[in-house]
């Protein structure tokens, strides 16, 4: 990759973290080359796309008052979807980590053959339609599937349970750390990590000690884009784990059967589900003190 | 890199809201030559996807300049549809309820509902029979895995009338309700996606309508029939929306729909016909 001309200043610099603090103010901002004419045209022309996004969300709030949502955060059905959502997302996003940390790390470092073509492998399920993910999945774990009569003849039934969902979050939404985290393995500096194995670190010293600690601003924000994706998973979820609440009915699909019958249901859900992906998303930038995730 | 991850925000920002499912385009007869024609917008429920699309061709074959378009998918999301302003000429629900969401929002005059056909449950399994379903009592036993509509689409809620009158009439057991629902795995959001898990032995059994497996031989899935004294006939309602602007075409199609050509059509998906 090229990314090491445009990596962020604090992670070529020192890792002292008031040093990070310090590199962190942009450079450009120290030489202003927008006038400020310019600079109101573009804060005018970026308003229609800014309403654009901001409206079907305002009047979701507007359409549902806080007295609606406490009294529907009360009913069991509602805490049922809220507690399977952040449970399923949570494991989805830990299995990411621990199983797309050493994939990434190849995919960073050409360690494996064929790179190129994983490398879209993993863009797929991104870019597909979550249905065709979900009937993929049926098609590997559900009952007929290709590994599904093993895994029955083991006991062990995937389809229509939680960790059916796990499988449809973790498939559709993985790529998002495996990307972020490979970015961020790959512009850490080689020289850094010549230095530390002149000073006579192993190669997984080197990963553990260095490569990992410079690299976990990207790993931590791909979390939180995975984990984030994960929580708005509908399509593969319900074609692969099917709807049972308190089971496998995560927020999603009650926003999705509760817009039939019972709106507020659905309004409700759908205002806390923006409410965790806003702040999780807002929270994350502000702590890690940068504008790109 | 800066753009890479300006694409990747913009890609992450729109995946992650876009919480809802797309709705269902109007699907339309194949045939787009000329624009001379007038359009007959239907809002027909999922269940009459296929005997509709053959009322609508054949229509279409006997007045050459209508257009017949058609809105397929269940009751309730038209219902709601219609609510919220879906511009149609005709509603074609799979019961009541649904289509008195459409009185209640306005868009249809209760006074031109009619009942046209009806249709029947019916039980369903894979061709292999992995759950031992011969009769409606094998429905209870624990080792069924059994997939339902959800209470939100009409044949969910037709499913939990049947169970009901089959726990009162005692004949299957008292109990016969509730160590069903302890089998069920899933509630699926439409019929024809129990139909699809059923078929792909995902479950072991499910409850579909009977004019749903019409067109599949036994080969393809199997099924047993639910006894009239717990079957319930549903009722399927046709009305013309208040606001269409060619009502008098939307008429006539109605009338083709109770027309004896019409409705052999309808009986030939495996519908019933009115009493």
Request: aromatic share 10%; proline share 6%; charged share 15%.
């Amino acid at each position: 990759m090229t990314a090491t001309k445009h990596a962020p200043p604090f992670l070529l610099g020192s890792t002292a973290p008031a040093d990070r603090a310090g590199s962190n103010a942009h450079p450009v901002n120290k030489f202003p080359t927008i006038r400020p004419g310019f600079r109101r045209l573009v804060q005018l022309a970026s308003l229609p796309m800014l309403i654009f996004f901001m409206v079907p969300l305002a009047a979701l709030l507007l359409r549902s008052s806080p007295n609606q949502w406490l009294s529907s955060l009360s009913q069991p059905h509602i805490i049922q979807a809220v507690a399977i959502s952040l449970g399923t997302t949570l494991i989805a996003t830990l299995v990411s980590v621990l199983f797309g940390t050493p994939l990434a790390f190849a995919l960073a470092r050409d360690l494996l053959p064929l790179r190129r073509v994983f490398d879209t492998l993993i863009d797929l399920p991104t870019v597909l339609p979550p249905a065709v993910a979900g009937i993929a999945l049926l098609m590997a774990f559900g009952r007929r599937g290709v590994f599904g009569g093993t895994l029955d003849i083991l006991g062990i039934h995937i389809a229509f349970t939680p960790i059916a969902v796990i499988m449809a979050q973790t498939f559709i939404a993985a790529a998002f750390f495996i990307k972020a985290a490979s970015i961020g393995f790959a512009i850490v500096d080689r020289e850094l990590e010549q230095a530390a194995g002149l000073d006579g670190a192993s190669s997984w010293q080197t990963f553990r000690y260095l490569i990992l600690p410079l690299s976990w601003s990207a790993m931590l924000s791909g979390a939180v884009m995975t984990w984030a994706r994960a929580l708005g998973e509908f399509g593969a979820t319900i074609i692969f784990a099917g709807n049972f609440a308190g089971r496998t009915q995560t927020m999603p699909l009650a926003i999705y059967l509760g817009f039939e019958l019972n709106l507020d249901t659905a309004l409700t859900l759908s205002v806390v589900l923006i409410g965790f992906a806003f702040l999780a998303l807002l929270l994350v930038k502000q702590f890690l003190h940068r504008d790109w995730i | 890199m800066k753009q890479r991850t300006i694409i990747l925000i913009i890609i992450t920002l729109l995946l992650v809201t876009a919480c809802s499912q797309k709705d269902n385009a109007p699907t339309s007869a194949p045939q787009t030559e000329s624009d001379q024609r007038e359009t007959l917008t239907i809002f027909a429920a999922a269940s009459l996807t296929e005997a509709f699309s053959e009322l609508g061709e054949l229509y279409e074959a006997e007045h050459p300049n209508v257009r017949v378009m058609f809105n397929f998918a269940g009751s309730q999301r038209l219902a709601q549809q219609l609510a919220h302003g879906a511009p149609a000429d005709i509603f074609a629900s799979a019961n009541q309820l649904q289509m008195l969401g459409a009185v209640d929002a306005e868009r249809v005059d209760p006074e031109d509902m009619e009942m046209f056909i009806g249709n029947q449950l019916v039980i369903v399994y894979p061709p292999d029979n992995p759950g031992y379903v011969r009769r409606p009592l094998d429905l209870s036993y624990p080792i069924v895995d059994l997939v339902l509509a959800a209470e939100e689409v009409p044949a969910g809620q037709y499913t939990m009338k049947f169970l009901g009158n089959a726990s009162q009439d005692g004949a299957l057991g008292s109990d016969y309700k509730s160590k069903v629902l302890e089998n069920v795995v899933s509630y699926e959001e439409n019929v024809r996606a129990v139909l699809s898990k059923v078929q792909l032995g995902e479950a072991d059994a499910g409850i579909v309508y009977e004019s749903d497996i019409s067109n599949l031989s036994p080969l393809q899935i199997g099924s047993v029939e639910i006894p009239s004294p717990f079957n319930i006939y549903a009722n399927y309602y046709i009305a013309p929306v208040t606001d269409s602007t060619r009502s008098e075409l939307a008429e006539d199609f109605i009338s083709f729909v109770f027309s004896t050509e019409g409705q052999d059509i309808l009986i030939k998906y495996g519908f019933l016909p009115l009493f």
